[in-house]
Structure formats: C-alpha cells, structure tokens
C-alpha cells in the first residue's frame, strides 16, 4: 500500500511532505554545511515540513563527538536565523544529529558509518532510504564515491539511496566525463542529484511556468519578434575568502557553466510534452546541443573576460582582485565574462544571447531580458523626435523578484508623445523555500527536475572547454585588471553590443 502524501500549507504554499530518510554530510565540518545544509533541514523542520521520521548524520575528517557537532550547529543555525532561533525547537531538533569522524580514503571507515547508520535506522524507522550529500572539496568527490560503493553503501536495500554532488562538477569536459564515470561505476542516473542551486530558486523555476501557463508569450517567443536576449547575473561581492578555488576556476567555470548556462536552457528550450524531469532535461539538453561553438579565431566578437581593480562598493574602499588573500598579483584570472552566443535552431536562428556575468559591480541582480523588434514602421515620425524603444520583457530573478514588460503609451495631454511605460508584477513577500530547501525536499522526494543530468553537464562542458582554454593560453598579466570594483564591467562588454548596434540593459 501506498503511503498516504501529506501536504502542509506554509504562507500561500502547499509543500508536499516527503516520506522518512536519513541525510548524511560528507562534509559536515566545511562552511557549506554550517551555512546552507543545516539551516536548512532546522528551517524545513521549523515549518513542519519534514517527517517525524529522520536523522541527520554529519561526517568529516575533524575529530568531534555528537554533542561538539550538535553545539557547532547550533550556532551554525542561530547565526542563519538570528531573530527567529527556538530554543526549544532546537532541543527537539537537535537529538536527531549525530557525528562520526571518517577518513575519507580508509575503507573502514565507510564501514564503520555502516555500522552506525543501521541501529539509528531502525530507531527512526527510516525505511532504508538514504541521502548522501556530498559538501566536500572535489578532490575528493572520487574517492568517496568510489568507496561508498566498494563498501556497499550506495546500494538499494529496502528503500532509496540517493546522492546530491556540489558544483564545480569537474572542471573541464575530460574531468566531468571521468567523475560520471566514476559516478556510475557505484550509482545509477535516477540516484544521482548534481546541484544547480540557481534552478531551484523560485523566480528560476517560474521561468517555465511564465512561458508555458500563458498563451499570449509562446507565439512571440521566437526569431521573428525577438531581437536578442540579454541573460545577467551580477554580483558586488568580491572573491571572498574563495580565492584558493576561484584563482584556479575563473567566472566562466564558476558561473557559465552551470547557472548561466541553465538560465539560457529555460529560456530557449522547447515545451515538453510534460512537465516530467526527464522530459524537461531533454529539452534543455537539445538547446545545449544547439549551441553554435565559440569561433576560436575571432573570439573578439563573441567574449569579453574581465578582472576587477579597486573601487568602491556601497561607499566603501574595496581591493582590487589581485590584492585578494590568496590570489597571486599577477594573476590571470577573470572575475567577469560577456559572451555572445547563438542556438542554431529554427526557433532561434540569428538571435543573439548575450550573457554577462561578474563579482564587485554596481549592483547585485540576476535577470534574463527578452527585447523585441523595433516596430516596422514609425507611424509618428513626423511627430516624435527620437526612435521608439522596442519592447523588453525582463524576468529579475533576484532581488526584486518579479516580472516587468515596458510598452509605450502616449502621455497623456500631449499631442502624440510616447512615453515608455512599466507593467510590473513584483513577488509578494510570501514564504519562499529557499534554494537549498528547495533541493533538500525534491532529493527526499525523488524529483530530478532541479537537478543537471549527465548529458547536459557534459555538453556545457563541451562548449567552453575550447573556449576557456584558449582564453587561458592567450591572456597576459598585462591585460588586468580592467574594469573598477563599482563599475558595471570593461568597457570592451559595451562595445562587444554596440558593435551589433545594441546596449546592455543598465545594471
Ligand atoms: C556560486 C558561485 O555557485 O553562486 C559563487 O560559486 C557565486 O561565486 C554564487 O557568488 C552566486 O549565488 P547567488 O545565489 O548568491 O546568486
């Protein structure tokens, strides 16, 4: 018999609770599972949106028992929620955490979780199914991989063993097919969860609903009304304290080859006969597919890379990225791109997408702009003295999430004076799960939707694996930095539009 599906209404939300499981965090002492993984859980448990049934296991190479794990997470959670921390909530909370040390190359020690896991599993009665979350450096995403498998833990017995693996995925089109590879040596597709945190964000996920639940979009969603699409995900933040990765990762690994990338997919794809994971990842993938490769011999027209200098963000004094800790000072490294890209499909044929990405600019914002034809005739030139501004559609994914179309219409009074007007449909500040909620409840559940499937990291793999390497092979310490912290990039990001008689939406 089927057990019965419960659903909780948080806020105008109705959240499908998932059946029992146990979560174990490889990784468990690291900054991500402080910051994102038990906030989380504690949050989804907050707002009764978990089982009663569950326990948490964190693992790690730190030595610690139960209680210095649970005392560490605690104050892991509080500093997430600082208003809304609840002490007796925690209390209750904190007794499903557990904590082994494990050396991540020693055999035993998988047998040792083994040996842990099964009693903790038969007092929670989770069913035999299992979440293994991999919040570890990639160097060692392999072996624990592979010694989950020689040690009999990725197997099924009895209910679901899934696992959700962190970007970077690989680093490269060779490493990415050598960890699937890896990958399925020890697990099947259907138990593989390879994170994108940008698609499960809600305004990410409306992006398919926006374009499929209306009928007025889909027949103007194509080459003859569009123009060119503008694709932006801009941050003030610097490097952080990330350098030890980002120096060796650069922006187009960090940010185009996942989320950008995955922004482009939901915004050329294909309806999908259902709304299904794999259907939809097979219309993602085809747009991959379709991507024209980057013309290595005039990279100038397609690419912009940038380093940002000194500046100012928010009023403040900011170091330039080469003054960074950790980052070499000559280092070649870029913190911005601007590529143009085409999808050479009868949809898309000769649209440009331009995709523009950085850390320590202007402002923070993420959002995919459709910009329309010019109208194809001016009816009122004798009357207005400058063009008309084409229709743009912008989806802001964050912040300020919402949805604006700007149209013209006349100002009231005059005789015929255009004035560009925004419909704006802006969120309302209702219960949002975050991201990481998000993907923690659909692994639980079984869903792939939000997650990137092996062909579809393999082809972006494809696509800027030439493209960075050649970009690596040619770029001089002279060339940095080039554009201010501040700033809204390099001036060459202006001119790779203007040179197609266009101009980046303002930051
Ligand atoms: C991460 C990148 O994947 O996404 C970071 O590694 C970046 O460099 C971050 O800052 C941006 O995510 P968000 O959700 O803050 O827009």
């Known amino acids: 018999m089927k057990p019965e599906v419960i659903y909780r209404t948080v806020g105008s939300c109705d959240v499908e609770v998932p059946g029992p499981f146990c979560l ?6 690291g900054d991500l599972t402080r910051r994102k993984i038990i906030p989380s859980v504690y949050r989804l448990y907050r707002n009764r949106l978990l089982p009663d049934n569950f326990f ?32 007796n909530l925690w209390l209750e909370f904190t007794k499903k955490i557990y904590y ?28 035999g199914n299992r979440i293994f979350y991999l919040a570890i450096p990639p160097a060692v995403y392999e072996t ?71 009928s007025i979009f889909e027949p103007l969603w194509n080459r003859r009304y569009i123009d060119h699409v503008q694709i932006t995900v801009a941050e003030t933040l610097g490097v952080e304290h990330r350098a030890n990765y980002y120096e060796k990762a650069g ?26 994971a794999d259907r939809v990842r097979d219309e993602k993938v085809k747009v991959f597919r379709s991507i024209r490769p980057f013309p290595l011999d005039r990279l100038q027209d397609y690419v912009v890379v940038g380093q940002y200098g000194k500046g100012r963000i928010a009023d403040k004094e900011v170091v330039g990225y080469r003054e960074e800790h950790g980052v070499s000072p000559d280092s070649t490294t870029p913190t911005f791109a601007a590529l143009k890209v085409f999808i050479d499909n009868w949809r898309w044929n000769g649209v440009p997408f331009y995709l523009r990405s950085g850390k320590r600019l202007s ?86 939707m939000l997650f990137v499937r092996e062909d579809g990291v393999e082809l ?47 930051l």
Not at 66 to 86: H, K, L, Q, Y
Not at 155 to 167: L, R
Not at 185 to 193: A, G, M, N, P, S
Not at 252 to 268: C, E, K, V, Y
Request: hydrophobic share 40%; aromatic share 10%.
């Open 363 to 448: 402002r923070r914002k993420a959002e995919i702009s459709i910009h329309y034809r010019e109208v194809p005739h001016i009816m009122f030139a004798k009357t207005i003295r400058d063009s008309i501004e084409p229709n743009t559609l912008v989806l802001r994914v964050q912040p300020d999430e919402g949805i604006s179309l700007i149209v013209q219409a006349r100002t009231p009074g005059s005789r015929v004076c255009l004035n560009r007007v925004v419909m704006d449909f802006t969120y309302q500040k209702v219960f949002f799960l975050d991201a990481y909620e998000r993907v923690l409840l659909d692994c639980m559940q079984g869903d792939q």
């Open 24 to 29: 174990v965090v490889f990784g468990a002492s």
């Open 460 to 506: 972006t793999w494809a696509l800027l694996t030439p493209l960075i390497e050649k970009l690596e092979s040619e770029t001089r310490p002279e060339k940095f930095p080039n554009y201010a912290s501040g700033s809204s990039g390099p001036d060459e990001a202006e001119l790779l539009l203007k040179k197609d008689g266009r101009v980046w939406r303002a």
């Open 144 to 214: 624990v991989i592979l010694n989950l498998g020689s040690s009999g833990l990725s197997k099924e017995c009895g209910g679901y063993t899934h696992v959700v693996i962190e970007k970077p995925f690989g680093r490269d089109l060779e490493s990415a097919r050598k960890l699937n590879a890896v990958l399925k040596r020890c697990f099947k597709e259907r138990q593989i969860y390879r994170m994108d945190h940008y698609l499960a964000k809600e305004t990410v996920q409306n992006i398919l609903v926006f374009r499929f639940a209306n």
């Open 56 to 87: 948490i296991v964190g693992t790690a190479r730190t030595e610690m028992n139960d209680s210095d794990f649970r005392d560490s997470m605690r104050d892991a959670v509080r500093t997430a929620f600082p208003e809304d921390f609840d002490d």
């Open 251 to 276: 922006v187009i690994r960090d940010m185009f080859q996942n989320h950008i990338f995955q922004l482009l997919a939901l915004t050329a794809m294909e309806p999908p006969s259902v709304f299904e």
């Open 100 to 127: 082994i040390q494990v050396d991540y190359g020693e055999i035993n020690s998988y047998k040792s979780l083994k040996e842990r896991l099964v009693p903790l599993e038969g007092r929670y009665n989770t069913m």
